[in-house]
């Protein structure tokens, strides 16, 4: 999460950093010895198949089982092994993540219209068949990946979601993310992590048809096995460290600021969080802020780090200044915390997902206490792209029917510029239409 060089020319005398990066460099790059491992890894799997992930699994996770799969009796007792307001806790978070979905799929609705006379066209939402999830369980079980990921897909439609989580040091599966599973509606569970896990489901080896899609957060390799598996299957996005950018005011608090950026440094060492804002005096109030914060934090070896070597403070001569330079950001998560919170909302374009408002935080859609979807672009993904939501399960498939009637007009343009290609079988199609339109008795 950087600005580009064409940005800070364009701004140039209008801004200051009170704080840059240590490190000059992207917080995600591509490594070639994960590229190379991972590589070698599908390249096995897919050659010697389940043999194959099982070794994986014994060397990487100290995992020997046999059978990868949870029993349908184990998923649904999983919320018995965890504390009653944990259970609660997911049990809102699963209800309020379909309940947006539910929302969003009711707006897409497919349509019909006749361009023409005799031309009707039109588009039905269909989604994909099968969908295997990853669920990262490592040193922060994300719990709440199950909402964005297996409900949201079952909200869309898909008939068929499995999902494969690491397993822990005792052998089994994290009992609350296997929990939040259940609730999402998965068809079935597997304890497998890891590029072995996305190879499995990518290749068809767990006792199901291949996958069409995968989707699921993860390290490193996780990320780079979807990037490779891309094509055979597809996939939700390819995400990086999480990122998170506010942009506040003097009337902000300095102290909830500092928590919001260190929220989400919390995720790594490597996770950028970012300040943007019209006031000095703020700016250099949420560093002190962050300081005092890191030092009393039980993640401060995490946090501390990644604001260390990825924070930036960056103060925006004005408010206009201060939008142009977060669009440029393009950050995962965007908080908005000023005197004028709706003028940014609608100058605002670049972002996976914004929280406007002093009285809302990342970590409410992070737990899905929010409803909407965490899995967003990073590294400035979200100049072009979306995150993941019930649209990115369904596919808008086109139709059109031409009656009898419709046919000349559209047989002959396309008859003239088949030609003019040279294109003589795409000519032909149309114009055998044509002469059939003409006979007698047609």
Request: include cysteine; aromatic fraction near 6%; charge should be negative.
């Amino acid at each position: 999460m950087r600005y580009s060089t064409p940005l800070l020319e364009r701004v140039q005398g209008k801004f200051r950093h009170l704080k840059s990066p240590l490190v000059d460099a992207p917080a995600a790059q591509r490594d070639p010895a994960v590229i190379n491992t991972v590589t070698a890894m599908l390249r096995d799997i897919e050659t010697r198949k389940l043999d194959a992930v099982r070794d994986f699994s014994r060397a990487l996770d100290n995992d020997d089982r046999r059978d990868f799969e949870l029993s349908a009796e184990d998923v649904a007792k999983s919320g018995d092994r965890i504390p009653r307001d944990l259970r609660e806790a997911i049990e809102l978070g699963s209800e309020r993540t379909q309940a947006f979905a539910r929302e969003q799929r009711s707006h897409l609705t497919g349509f019909e219209t006749e361009l023409c006379p005799g031309l009707v066209t039109g588009t039905r939402y269909v989604p994909v068949a099968r969908v295997g999830a990853y669920l990262p369980a490592g040193r922060f079980p994300l719990t709440a990946s199950a909402f964005m990921t297996v409900g949201v897909a079952k909200v869309a439609g898909v008939s068929t979601v499995i999902a494969c989580t690491p397993p822990q040091p005792d052998g089994g599966a994290n009992p609350a993310v296997v929990y939040a599973a259940h609730l999402s509606g998965v068809d079935r569970v597997f304890v497998l992590g890891g590029v072995q896990a996305l190879a499995a489901m990518a290749f068809g080896l767990l006792g199901e048809l291949p996958v069409d899609m995968l989707v699921g957060a993860g390290n490193a390799y996780v990320a780079e096995a979807k990037r490779q598996l891309f094509g055979t299957v597809a996939i939700d996005l390819l995400a990086g460290p999480s990122e998170v950018a506010v942009l506040s005011d003097e009337t902000a608090d300095p102290e909830m600021v500092a928590a919001d950026l260190l929220g989400q440094a919390e995720h790594g060492t490597n996770s950028p969080a970012a300040l943007v804002t019209t006031s000095e005096e703020h700016g250099r109030a949420v560093i002190a802020a962050v300081d005092r914060q890191l030092s009393t934090l039980a993640t401060e070896p995490i946090a501390g780090p990644a604001w260390r070597d990825y924070g930036v403070v960056t103060v925006a001569d004005d408010r206009e200044t201060a939008a142009l330079l977060m669009d440029d950001l393009a950050p995962e998560h965007l908080e908005v915390i000023t005197a004028d919170d709706d003028w940014y909302h609608d100058r605002l374009q670049n972002y996976g997902s914004i929280f406007l408002g002093p009285w809302s935080t990342v970590a409410y859609s992070d737990k899905g206490m929010a409803g909407t979807n965490h899995v967003l672009p990073t590294a400035g993904g979200a100049k072009h792209s979306a995150g993941l939501s019930v649209s990115r399960y369904l596919k808008p498939l086109t139709y059109q029917r031409v009656s009898r009637a419709a046919t000349p007009a559209l047989a002959h343009a396309v008859q003239v510029i088949s030609d003019s290609e040279g294109m003589a079988a795409h000519s032909a199609t149309a114009t055998r239409r044509l002469a059939s339109y003409g006979s007698p008795g047609s």
